[in-house]
C-alpha cells in the first residue's frame, strides 16, 4: 500500500510560480512512476506530468512541457512539480498519483494510489 500527500498550492497571480510537493509512504518501490493530474472544475481530470520512481525518463503533456518541471528526491521520499509562468486556465486540484511499472503512462485509470489534491488558483 501506498500513502501519497500533496502539498503546495496556494492562490497566485498570473506569471508567478508555485512549487508543489507530493510525499510518498509505504511500500514504494524503485519501479513504480509517479505522476501529477489535475481536475479543473466541470472537466475531467488530466495529465500533467510523470516521472519513473528511479532513472531520469519524464513525460509531460503539451500545455505545460515549457514551463513544469517534474523531479524527485529520493531520499525525501518526495516528488515535485515545479509550476512556472502559471496562467488562470493552470486552475485546478492538483493530484499526485503512483502506479506499478515502467510506463509513463498519462491515463488518469492507470495509476492505483491517488493522493487527496491541493488547490491552484491563478487570478489574473
Known amino acids: 500500500q501506498v500513502q501519497l500527500v500533496e502539498s503546495g498550492g496556494g492562490l497566485v497571480q498570473g506569471g508567478d510560480s508555485l512549487r508543489l510537493s507530493c510525499v510518498a509512504s509505504g511500500r514504494i518501490f524503485s519501479t513504480y512512476t509517479v505522476g501529477w493530474f489535475r481536475q479543473a472544475p466541470g472537466k475531467e481530470r488530466e495529465f500533467v506530468a510523470a516521472?519513473?520512481?528511479?532513472?531520469?525518463?519524464?513525460n509531460y503533456a503539451d500545455s505545460v512541457k515549457t514551463r513544469f518541471t517534474i523531479s524527485r528526491d529520493n531520499g525525501k521520499n518526495t516528488v515535485y512539480l515545479q509550476l512556472n509562468s502559471l496562467k488562470p486556465e493552470d486552475t485546478a486540484v492538483y493530484y499526485c498519483?503512483?502506479?506499478?511499472?515502467?510506463?509513463?503512462?498519462?491515463?488518469?485509470?492507470?495509476?492505483?494510489?491517488w493522493g487527496q489534491g491541493t488547490q491552484v488558483t491563478v487570478s489574473t
Open positions: 516521472t519513473r520512481w528511479s532513472g531520469i525518463d519524464t
Open positions: 498519483a503512483a502506479r506499478t511499472g515502467w510506463s509513463l503512462s498519462p491515463i488518469v485509470g492507470e495509476y492505483n494510489y
